[in-house]
């Protein structure tokens, strides 16, 4: 016999048969009182943003919803809605497939670089500047890419200025701004001009108001969503199912027989 | 020689060096004057919502957003989470392919069933209440479901009356809203007890805003994916791997040996 | 108090502490006496395949492995490989993702169209051909593709020929190769020549095996997961990550102000 | 505009209007003179394998097709049956996304270490028993668990001596078999008896059949897709939708007021 499965365990969300909680507030509290940036901050963090939160957490949602339909997510979504247009999760759930380290995902990798160098301006009691410096030499030594620094298609992301400005304004631009600009620095003067791209952008003001780096993937995720289901809908309503078919050319060896 | 693939279309967003449009706004004036709610609004309809609009959508988005850990979407994306650490994206992606017609896709079926029973109600000249009664009888004599009503938990969805009230505060309560009340009045008479249930209102607010069918679907998944990305990291934040295993008795033949 | 999870139910596999079971033989002895292929069928059936079945599952299996890395399935996972380097099962799933009735899936459809031609012969008692006629006629009328029938690449499916032959050799034609074969004749008398194509083979020939017609799109899955998983190994290894953007062409409205 | 795409290249399969190709043999040839496994193998080394080759592929992939419904990988698979009913490839999904480091995919990181320890063997002139003491030295030292020992279910896995006794008749054991060889003994000495699990014999085989690290998880992708669609196909015939709800226990914050 086989033994019973134990409970599962949970501190998110619970439900009886008239009410639905989320981390203790009544989910029509929130439907009425609260809006659904607030309630990915509180799912996240346990409780309610205050007003510059929400609209830094409402910024970064927006800034990665998306930039068009060809980039890795938003075109495995629509593959997947070529060729299978039983389901629209599939489709969705294909484009987040693509999210990762290389695409979208540069922004957890960049705040644990942003604790390691607020860790080390601590317990060497070195400047934030210093701090910067060393880690651009060692990267520079172990030929490592710094996260959140330059960009494939926008020399200067738009998103940056926005987000940086958005946060001091607010009061809430701390170490992981600040690190930020002194790493963009330290890499212009050691490397070359590496300006900060959206994921260096959105990992220092998460850092600054205290998400862990978990998040910082997970919020590309939550924003491209609402991108990815659009593009989806436009392929369903506009394209006709397997339409598409990327040319391929074929460098293998020539044919032959079986022996 | 392959030919080239033809360049792909699409409406919703572009780029280039220093700018990123979404339907024709930058992403920089969304990001410091619209929040993520509009932004969803926008992604699927082409324009920013009115007030009434972005809190409809709001109170939707969080309506769907989590009931707890056990529903099929959380539960596959733990799953995942348990047997691959490597990577957030498929963890919330398994949970994403647990959502269809039978787990938070419902409202799409429901939207198509308004709006064929609005058109009923207009080319036969019949009340809105006629109409559903009609297709309540249909329903009896097919043996079909009737989509957004009833349900597994809640004997009352505490989240229809939410959205109902405040479709009518804001004005844009209209067919869609009509013809679910008479549906659940119809199947009173004509079945038992089914109350409208959370698919079945987010669906009549939905039909009354001018979404299509789909976005019943691809609204679940925007929402939810608030609530898996939280279900994952507290998975990874609270929980060894593996540790799940499902308890499973075997009822199938007894061991024997190959011929 | 929630009540405890009532245990699963399964008959395919079971194992304790020394053994693992499938359909009861012992996974030691399928290892030295079975091959993979016998296993499939095992899985599926709950029963060991004769010379015959394995020979034509081996064959359904090779068919469908790959054809080209431009396949929405194919590029879906080197998409997702792209963006994604963390998971290995990311980029192989969100292929899978792309397969459905359109690509790869239409099997099953086609088997149910075997079956339901079958009964119609049997209940009206008219002829096999006659039965497809009728098909073909309904078909006609109601504006509906005939699953199994025509191709997008190949004016003849080099693979339906290699089936059918290998069916017939092994005694195992039957009701759904004759159907095939009649349909293809008929929508060539009434419509325009429409050859089978490999999905329809593999319909007809996994009918005359008994297969139910889910197994029509689960077979191509599993034959597929050999070229996915090869797919993205060759991804990895041959191409950078972030290789891929598809070019875009945006239609949608010019840049504009937010009101 | 856009410059075009770069045509994609590939050298795994080819087809024209009336061929396909796998690594330059003709598919028609590969579905009557070969059989999936050897498929399997052209597909991911270039050449068919010879008759020991293939056995111990075979066993393999037998090996790690499946072992029961409550394992993660399968249980994610019935998950998302439970809730989607639209799409047989959305289920199968969802199971694979469940493999990785910690379900099924230890056998990379074990290839990874065996050829670690092949090096120090070679670079330091020491016998593979003293590198395989070293690295369990090693593993003490940083408190890493050993991939490819130990066992969460089996205390001694019966597939393990299937495979090495094949290797060996098939006089393809060579230092992968002895490298795991060497270090259950040594990790014996040094830690606790920690016997060779199914991960570390298949990447032991694997090693001395000359596959990359990649393969350890793609094998056992390709092996579990078999059971998953068994899985998945009992689901959807023997239980009703939505029939699955996990106990879970909520131990967050109790019910509160928005302030």
Redesign the interface.
């Known amino acids: 016999m086989?033994?019973?499965?134990d409970?599962?365990?949970?501190?998110?969300?619970?439900?009886d048969?008239?009410?639905?909680?989320?981390?203790?507030?009544?989910?029509?509290?929130?439907?009425?009182?609260?809006?659904?940036?607030d309630?990915?901050f509180l799912?996240?963090r346990?409780r309610?943003p205050n007003v510059g939160e929400r609209r830094i957490?409402?910024?970064i949602?927006?800034?990665v919803?998306?930039?068009?339909?060809?980039?890795?997510?938003c075109?495995?979504a629509?593959?997947?809605a070529?060729?299978?247009?039983?389901?629209?999760?599939?489709?969705?759930?294909?484009g987040?497939?693509?999210?990762?380290?290389?695409?979208?995902?540069a922004g957890s990798a960049c705040m644990e670089m942003i604790a390691a160098g607020s860790e080390l301006s601590r317990t060497h009691s070195i400047s934030i500047e210093d701090a910067a410096r060393r880690i651009v030499e060692e990267a520079l030594v172990s030929k490592k890419r710094l996260p959140g620094l330059g960009h494939?298609?926008?020399?200067?992301d738009?998103?940056k200025?926005?987000?940086f400005t958005?946060a001091r304004r607010e009061g809430m631009a701390g170490k992981g701004v600040a690190f930020m600009e002194a790493l963009e620095q330290a890499a212009h003067e050691k490397i070359k001009p590496l300006p900060i791209n959206v994921d260096g952008a959105l990992a220092a003001v998460l850092y600054d108001l205290g998400f862990?780096p978990?998040?910082g993937?997970?919020v590309f995720?939550?924003?491209r969503?609402?991108?990815l289901?659009?593009?989806?809908?436009?392929e369903?309503a506009?394209e006709k199912?397997?339409r598409?078919?990327?040319?391929?050319?074929?460098?293998?060896?020539?044919?032959?027989?079986?022996d």
């Open positions: 086989k033994k019973p499965m409970t599962w365990r949970s501190a998110i969300a619970a439900s048969d008239t009410h639905i909680w989320i981390h203790g507030y009544d989910v029509t509290d929130l439907m009425t009182r609260a809006d659904f940036t309630t990915v799912l996240h346990g309610l957490l409402n910024a949602l927006i800034a919803a998306d930039h068009g339909a060809g980039a890795p997510s075109a495995a629509r593959l997947a070529s060729g299978n247009r039983q389901s629209l999760s599939a489709a969705v759930a294909a987040i497939l693509a999210i990762g380290d290389e695409h979208g995902g494939r298609v926008h020399s200067t738009p998103r200025a926005v987000l958005l862990s978990l998040f993937k997970l995720i939550i924003g969503v609402a991108g289901t659009a593009e989806v809908a436009e369903y506009r199912a397997m598409i078919h990327i040319p391929v050319t074929y460098d293998g060896v020539p044919p032959r027989e079986i």
